[in-house]
T-cell receptor, first 109, second 113 residues
Framework: AQRVTQPEKLLSVFKGAPVELKCNYSYSGSPELFWYVQYSRQRLQLLLRHISRESIKGFTADLNKGETSFHLKKPFAQEEDSAMYYCALIGGGGNKLTFGTGTQLKVEL | KAGVTQTPRYLIKTRGQQVTLSCSPISGHRSVSWYQQTPGQGLQFLFEYFSETQRNKGNFPGRFSGRQFSNSRSEMNVSTLELGDSALYLC????????????FGEGSRLTVL
């Protein structure tokens, strides 16, 4: 069975501080991993995916197969980064996403 | 391009009733997925339809069903409602090549009394 674990329900950081949102996964094959974000009063939206290896809004995430992790990082947090972040994986065909329980990031001034 | 549209946005039902929720995907998207979001269980996959065929199914009882029409619009139905079915039901669409890149609607909030 596939599983995504986000150990922190809430992460509070100061503006300008580094951010790391943790995500660990369990899947027997080669998963595709994603980070989704939901800003206040907005729809859930894709932030980034591991296969694209992009930096979106200053965020990056590296897939570590040895540690089965896909942590989301940003060197300097901004106030507009405050949101709910969900890590998700796809194992197998189609769009069956397994989501973690989410981490609420709060960036304080 | 219009986003994913879900109707109704809010509804209240009583136990034992049934409900039908509707989802219009982004134009050109043929994959439509449904998720249930609750404070206790988070986001849970219900099912996915692609070109009118159910492509994936989550671990929900048979009371939860869905279908997709030839224009890619989708509906989900929950019969014999239970209190625990109270949730935000999210629909998401995806293009043929956008595996995992889901575009979500605002959701339909169902309250079962």
């Amino acid at each position: 069975a596939q599983r995504v674990t986000q150990p922190e329900k809430l992460l509070s950081v100061f503006k300008g501080a580094p951010v790391e949102l943790k995500c660990n996964y369990s899947y027997s094959g080669s998963p595709e991993l994603f980070w989704y974000v939901q800003y206040s009063r907005q729809r859930l939206q894709l932030l980034l995916r591991h296969i694209s290896r992009e930096s979106i809004k200053g965020f990056t995430a590296d897939l570590n197969k040895g540690e089965t992790s896909f942590h989301l990082k940003k060197p300097f947090a901004q106030e507009e980064d405050s949101a709910m972040y969900y890590c998700a994986l796809i194992g197998g065909g189609g769009n069956k996403l397994t989501f973690g329980t989410g981490t609420q990031l709060k960036v304080e001034l | 391009k219009a986003g994913v549209t879900q109707t109704p946005r809010y509804l209240i039902k009583t136990r034992g009733q049934q409900v039908t929720l509707s989802c219009s995907p982004i134009s050109g998207h043929r994959s439509v997925s449904w998720y249930q979001q609750t404070p206790g269980q988070g986001l849970q996959f219900l099912f996915e339809y692609f070109s009118e065929t159910q492509r994936n199914k989550g671990n929900f009882p048979g009371r939860f069903s869905g279908r997709q029409f030839s224009n890619s619009r989708s509906e989900m139905n929950v019969s014999t409602l239970e209190l625990g079915d109270s949730a935000l039901y999210l629909c998401a669409s995806s293009s043929k090549n956008g595996v995992g890149e889901l575009f979500f609607g605002e959701g339909s909030r169902l309250t079962v009394l």
